[in-house]
């Protein structure tokens, strides 16, 4: 994410305070085709991809969940409006959709449907192993294919 193209889309922050917002969190894909993207975008190397039940992992760390609208990483070819309302606590998006994140960006509110594309959980998850139901090792080149 070069500063430039962050400067253009970020909402009461500096690229450096975007930067280390996302440098804080761990990251977790919600959507195949979009794990399948990320990969892409790596390059051709075996990769490893770890199936967690998400639900668990989220009674055991809600206060530091939150789940995100856009693809946080991306900031190139029509960069998504951002900042920490970015991140919605978990709870908060149960209860109110992707209000909070609307509010404090001045945006139009995404309709309650809009799926979450990322789940976060800030700091570390030091006992992920609670959560890994299963472990895919995929060679260079190979999609991630559920199942």
Known sequence: MPPAALERCLCGMTPSDWYSAVNARVFFWLDPARLNRQR?????????????DAQALVAAHEERVAVTPINTGNARRKPARRGAATFVPFAEWVRSGWE??????????????????????????PDIMRFVRRVFELPAGQPFVEG
């Open 100 to 125: 909070s994140e609307a509010e404090a960006l001045g945006l139009p509110a995404r309709k309650k449907s809009h799926p979450p594309v990322e789940l976060t959980v800030t700091d570390a998850v």
């Open 40 to 52: 892409a975008a790596c390059g051709a190397r075996p990769q490893v991809v770890m199936m967690i």
